[in-house]
């Protein structure tokens, strides 16, 4: 499975963003991770295929939500009142399993990454 993220850029403090990722076969539950420079890789939020179960970190929920388009085999992480906190390179991944997971171990394929940075 190949997987293209898109949609990240600058954005001002309390704007927001929609990240897009799409995957080129099958898919069990897609995940958003982010990773900041110095930092470890963070889980975001999750979404089964059939969109039917969501996750989120308590750092973002509120503020993001993940959905899917299943005949764009297409997921969305729409970020809402961004903070220069959530400013990282965001990456998708996905996981065989449909089980939802928060660990980026879990996951077998690994988007390419896309920019977020939010300016104060």
């Known amino acids: 499975v190949q997987l293209q993220a898109s949609g990240g850029g600058l954005v001002q403090a309390g704007g927001s963003l929609r990240l897009s990722c799409t995957a080129s076969g099958r898919t069990g539950s897609t995940g958003w991770f982010r990773q900041a420079p110095g930092k470890e890789r963070e889980f975001v939020a999750v979404?089964?295929?059939?969109?039917?179960?969501?996750y989120y970190a308590d750092s973002v929920k509120g503020r993001f939500t993940i959905s899917i388009d299943g005949a764009k085999n297409t997921v969305y992480l729409q970020m809402s009142s961004l903070k220069p906190e959530d400013t990282a390179v965001y990456y998708c991944a996905v996981r065989r399993n449909s089980r939802r997971s928060v660990s980026a171990a879990m996951y077998d394929y690994w988007g390419q990454g896309t920019q977020v940075t939010v300016s104060s």
């Open positions: 979404i089964k295929w059939d969109g039917s179960n969501t």
